[in-house]
C-alpha cells in the first residue's frame, strides 16, 4: 500500500484501492470463504491508512487549514466509528448476515470519508501547503503506513503524540500475529 507521490496522490491511491477490495467482496458469493480473506486485507489497508493519516495528515490540517481542529476531529471520529466495524467485522464468517452488514455499513462509511477528503481536505491542503511540503508528507505517510498497526485497536490513543508512540510497537505484535496465522497473505 505504498504507492508513490505526494500525500495527495499516496492518499488518494490507498482509496482506490479499498474501494477495489470492497468490489471484490460483493462481487462473490455470500458463503465464499474468500471473502473473509479479502475483509482481512480491507481491513490491514484501512487500519494502516488511518493510522498514517492519524499521525501526520491531520496534524498538518490542524496547523495550516483554516478551522483545521474541527476537520480533523471529525475525521477522526470517522476513522474510531470505521475501527469500531473493523473490530466487530473480526468476529464474522460469510455467509453469516452480520458480516455482510457490516461490509455494506462499512462501504458506505468509508465512501462518505473518502468522498469528504478528497473533494474537500485535499483540495483545502493543497492550497496552504507547498508541493515540497506535500511530498514530504507522503513520504512520512508511506514509512507510517509499513510500521503501522494492522489490527483494529479502538481503544488506542488516535492523536499525536501517544499515537506516534504507541501504534509502531501495536503494529510489530499485528504483523508477527499475522505472519503466524498467515492472516493478509494472497494465495
Known amino acids: 500500500m505504498a504507492h508513490g507521490g505526494d500525500v495527495i496522490q499516496e492518499l488518494t491511491a490507498d482509496h482506490r484501492e479499498v474501494d477495489a477490495l470492497f468490489e471484490q467482496i460483493e ?21 494502516r491508512h488511518s493510522v498514517a493519516e492519524e499521525q501526520y495528515l491531520y496534524p498538518t490540517v ?43 455499513e462499512l462501504k458506505n ?13 485535499f483540495p483545502m491542503l493543497a492550497e496552504v501547503c507547498s508541493g515540497t511540503a506535500l511530498a514530504d508528507l507522503g513520504e512520512k505517510v508511506r514509512a507510517a503506513k509499513k510500521n503501522a498497526p494492522t489490527r483494529p ?13 504507541l501504534a509502531p510497537g501495536a503494529g510489530m505484535v499485528d504483523r508477527l500475529r499475522d505472519m503466524l496465522s498467515g492472516r493478509g497473505k494472497q494465495g
Not at 109 to 121: D, K, P, Q
Open 153 to 165: 485497536h479502538p481503544s488506542a490513543p488516535d492523536t499525536p503524540p501517544a499515537n506516534k508512540i
Open 27 to 47: 462481487a462473490l458469493p455470500a458463503t465464499d470463504p474468500q471473502r473473509r480473506e479479502l475483509a482481512d486485507r480491507l481491513t490491514m489497508e484501512l487500519v
Open 109 to 121: 462509511s468509508v465512501t462518505a470519508h473518502v468522498s469528504g477528503e478528497e473533494n474537500r481536505l
Open 62 to 104: 490542524r496547523r495550516y487549514v483554516d478551522d483545521g481542529d474541527d476537520l480533523a476531529d471529525e475525521e477522526i471520529a470517522e476513522h474510531a466509528e470505521v475501527e469500531r466495524m473493523l473490530k466487530e467485522l473480526e468476529d464474522c464468517r460469510p455467509g453469516d448476515g452480520r458480516f455482510d452488514a457490516l461490509i455494506t
